[in-house]
């Protein structure tokens, strides 16, 4: 009589492992599922130190701005095409 209860004993722990086995390669937060989100931080925190640096550089610029004129007169310059009054500007065709 103790056979009987073996062979179940056996049964259900067999599907305890494959239902703990699918959860680890198939279900939510399998492997896959975990290296895949690993991927996607990494990918984030680059996008992060790229936006970052931008509004380092931004910033900066900002700064510049807000201290003097010769920044607003440099863009003006090379953005706008702009010359000072009493300036000659000399354009060089190729």
Known sequence: M???NTYWLFVVLVLLLSGLQYR???????????RELEQQ????????ERLL?????LEA??????KGMETV???ARHELGMVKEGETL???AE
């Open 24 to 34: 680890l390669w198939v279900g939510d937060g399998s492997l896959a599922q975990v």
């Open 73 to 75: 007169e440099e863009r």
């Open 2 to 4: 103790t056979r009987p």
């Open 61 to 66: 610029e900002v700064m510049e701005l807000k």
């Open 90 to 92: 000399y354009q060089i």
């Open 41 to 48: 931080i990494a990918e984030q925190q680059g996008e992060n």
């Open 53 to 57: 640096e931008r509004n380092r550089i």
